[in-house]
């Protein structure tokens, strides 16, 4: 059975910065590919970012240029440093994992809130 914890969510002030970090376990991480989704009230769940066992990674176009995914397979983790946040940022954060590019497995999520 694959865990995924997620952690690094919170409160900040537009314009600032948060790093997500997801921990995950029971599964060889470093074969699995990997992503943020995120959902805000009201909202469908959206793409955030992905990143392949390959390393090669995706954006959705309303992050492009401000957040940047990342993996450590040494430490079974994946990252989400999201930069210049805007209220519309504002969402329940998850990590994903999969063998393939869509997701076998999602983590319980983190609240992200960007408000002045």
């Known amino acids: 059975q694959v865990q995924l914890v997620e952690s690094g969510g919170g409160l900040v002030q537009p314009g600032g910065s948060l790093r997500l970090s997801c921990a995950a376990s029971?599964?060889?991480?470093?074969?699995?590919?990997l992503g943020w989704y995120r959902q805000a009230p009201g909202k469908q769940r959206e793409l955030v970012a992905s990143?392949?066992?390959?390393?090669?990674?995706n954006y959705g176009d309303s992050v492009k240029g401000r957040f940047t995914i990342s993996r450590d397979n040494a430490k079974s983790t994946v990252y989400l440093q999201m930069n210049s946040l805007k209220p519309e940022d504002t969402a329940v954060y998850y990590c994903?994992?999969?063998?393939?590019?869509?997701?076998?497995?999602w983590g319980q999520g983190t609240q992200v809130t960007v408000s002045s």
């Open positions: 994903t994992s999969g063998f393939t590019l869509t997701p076998d497995y």
């Open positions: 029971g599964s060889i991480f470093r074969l699995n590919h």
């Open positions: 990143i392949t066992r390959g390393g090669s990674t």
